[in-house]
């Protein structure tokens, strides 16, 4: 699977250069190997699986994506960047406008494209996957994380400090990190609040999940610094 | 594996009923099992490894433990138990004492146990095998998460109601669901800080990051609900 000559899979092969319909089969291999990656993890996952999945051959999945570390990579750095992109689109929208903006503006810009990827099957299989990135190899998911989320949150951190001009840059940071692992948490999870509730609470709907982390962690941010 | 009947090892065999030593053997199955859960995952892990690692026989581990489930079952709720005694023993001391309590001293409560596993290779391990989680058999996890975790949550909350009176109790839940999703964050990537941040910030030590956690996070509860 890893080997990158391979020639391109028999159907089709009448044209020679890009195949006919590349950006259908690309998109449903990406598609299809979202949900088993996120099903079965990195090592579970089977080209074969894939396959059949995504109804090609695993000769066209070697052929599009090489071997399955760089399937995995493609997989999650299509979702990864259009999330980044989301994000650093509201940000800049929140700088380019005429009112002032708040801390609770830019929580928001950052919570908004993460949480709308529960509204689809998608979405949420790259959730899972995301989740489940501890248990994939730290030197795979390190650099994929690195390359996805680190350029934002340092845009995000600036636009706080500017905010936040009481606080030093290393609580900022350690602030904005609790940030990600809360709504990490929230998004892969979201039955546990009825779990430890016991049904008392429950997830609500995603505008409300929003709004009640925006309170939440727009309070942490303000907070006078314990160093 | 999943073999309850087997019969006991042959190694210490003269002896009948309990075999001598069993609690120290018992104990480094456990912390060898940790360890290659941690490592491995649940599917990952083989019994031969654990065998090899704990200097037993496989069959030992059998005649012990049972299946591979009953055995990562033990081993979680080894730690799991201990935490959720920490931390109930915690709270009981803050509800004892003659001085009132602020939400911070119920906040450090409840973290400082679980910050306490990262000085022990044992407490490193389990809190690896806490993040992998995620990637495990949903009836496996989710059954285990609630046998260790939740009564300690509505005790915790619970007392957190009678200092936040403004809070609906459903909201006050979410609220911790988000304290349970950052510690889980920060204990488990401890690096990210640094990668974030491009070096910005970095992990500081134990106390500095509980107080910095109990800081944002009872402002965070203190704040007005935004439903």
Known sequence: MSDDSASPPPVRRSRP??????GNHREAVLDAAERTFAERGFAGASYREIAAEAAVTQAMITYYFGSKPDLFREVYLRRGRQLAGERMALLEALQAREAPFSVEDVVRAY???????????GGRAFLRLQARLHAEPDEMAFGLRREVYDAPVRAFVTVLAGLLPHLPADVLYRRFAQIIGIYLYI???AHRISEISAGAAA?????TMIAEIVAFTAAGLRAQSAA
Not at 17 to 22: A, F, I
Not at 111 to 121: N, Q, R, Y
């Open 203 to 207: 997830m609500p709907a995603t505008e």
């Open 187 to 189: 998004l892969s999870d």
């Open 17 to 22: 250069g890009r195949p006919e319909g590349r």
């Open 111 to 121: 919570l908004v494209p993460p949480f709308g990827l529960v509204t689809s099957t």
